[in-house]
């Protein structure tokens, strides 16, 4: 089963299972690569990014952290966010997390310093700059 998907300009596919496995699968579904998140992400409304360089952008719902893999699989970047449901990397390098039952949005640096919060009268699920 798969919690999140997103699909790249150049049709292939990177995905990650219940089960924590990211894969990137070709445009026919065969895996190029994968390895194992070592957490989930929540299934309703989680994701995940593929950034500009190739790297992936996870938000671990169960470890409450947002790390930044490379398709090894090598941990390049974390931060801890509590329970982080969605995640977008904006311009300027900080990272927009969305923690659900929290029911806040926040911002954080290339720290991982908390930079912007915003609550919401409900449970946002996903949250983008434009």
Do not use: M
């Amino acid at each position: 089963s798969i919690n999140a998907a997103q699909r790249l300009r150049n049709g292939q596919i990177a995905v990650v299972t219940v089960g924590g496995k990211c894969q990137l699968l070709d445009p026919h579904g065969r895996e190029l690569k994968s390895f194992i998140v070592g957490g989930s992400i929540y299934a309703l409304g989680g994701n995940l990014e593929v950034l500009a360089n190739g790297r992936i952008l996870v938000p671990i719902y169960n470890l409450s952290a947002v790390v930044e893999f490379d398709w090894a699989g090598n941990k390049l970047w974390e931060a801890k966010v509590n329970r982080p449901t969605s995640v977008s990397r904006l311009g300027n390098g900080h990272t927009l997390v969305t923690c659900l039952f929290d029911q806040r949005v926040v911002e954080i640096d290339q720290n991982g310093k908390e930079v912007w919060s915003f609550e919401t009268e409900g449970r946002a699920t996903r949250a983008r700059r434009r």
